[in-house]
């Protein structure tokens, strides 16, 4: 990760047996970020099998690109390309739009949230009305 005022965060992935407790390997340098009040400008992140095989550039999962926004819509992320080759790949793009379903303020909250998941919320966590 690169911030507005020229820091880099690095971090990785930890291996677990339980796939539900892994985290994605941009979480560390997001809370890095975070906890130094920097924003982030640019979010980059490759993977290698071991040291003598290439890099491969990894897109953001859709929870990361929800996570980047809290920087803003103008966070330039790595998108995997048919190329993956370090560096040469490392075709930026705007995470706006980048998931299948854009996050736009709600009409009746207010805040960024996603109509289909208020929806859901609402349906979920209705509490009847006693008779």
């Not at 998108?79 to 299948?100: K, Q």
Request: net charge positive; with cysteine; aromatic share 6%.
């Amino acid at each position: 990760m690169h911030t507005a005022p020229g820091s880099f965060f690095t971090s990785v992935a930890l291996e677990s047996a339980n796939a539900g407790v892994l985290l994605c390997i941009e979480t560390g340098a997001m809370c890095e970020a975070h906890k130094y009040n920097e924003r982030v400008t640019h979010c980059l992140c490759v993977v290698r099998e071991d040291e003598n095989t290439p890099f491969t550039v990894l897109s953001p999962c859709g929870v990361c690109q929800e996570r980047l926004r809290y920087w803003g819509e103008d966070v330039r992320v790595g998108v995997t390309t048919a190329a993956c080759a370090l560096c040469r790949c490392a075709n930026y793009s705007r995470t706006t739009g980048r998931a299948p379903t854009r996050w736009k303020r709600s009409s009746v909250t207010g805040n960024r949230t996603n109509s289909a998941v208020l929806k859901t919320q609402k349906r979920l966590f209705t509490v009847p009305q006693a008779r």
